[in-house]
Nanobody, 124 residues
Framework: QVQLVESGGGLVQAGGSLRLSCAAS????????MGWFRQAPGKEREFVSG????????YYADSVKGRFTISRDNAKNTVDLQMNNLKPDDTAVYYC?????????????????WGQGTQVTVSS
């Protein structure tokens, strides 16, 4: 029943910006914290950013601090990831996910529902 649909991925030049969106359905969205992860070819899934249910707390991987901003709109059941000053190392498939209550925001095992992913490719 729970569905997460990411959009906004694509090809962008280094230094450019991209905004990813995740539309959620099948859950009381405002009750759940959310997160963004990414996975590059041949690499493990990596935490990118997280946000509490109300949006009052945010979390970022060191590699994206100061460049990415996570936000949510509980009236629209969406969570976004604004990505600025993109680098080639940001190239990956990006996934949004629903976090369990009391789970560690930085750990993939704390998330139980995942979207299909959207490809982000950053050229040099």
């Amino acid at each position: 029943q729970v569905q997460l649909v990411e959009s906004g991925g694509g090809l962008v030049q280094a230094g450019g910006s991209l905004r990813l969106s995740c539309a959620a359905s099948g859950l009381i969205f405002r009750s759940y914290a959310m997160g963004w992860f990414r996975q590059a070819p041949g690499k493990e899934r990596e935490f990118v950013s997280g946000i509490s249910a109300s949006g009052g707390s945010t979390y970022y991987a060191d590699s994206v601090k100061g460049r990415f901003t996570i936000s949510r709109d509980n009236a629209k059941n969406t969570v976004d990831l604004q990505m600025n000053n993109l680098k080639p190392d940001d190239t990956a498939v990006y996934y949004c996910a629903v976090r369990l209550w009391h789970g560690d925001p930085y750990t993939s095992g704390s998330y139980v529902h995942w979207g299909q992913g959207t490809q982000v490719t950053v050229s040099s």
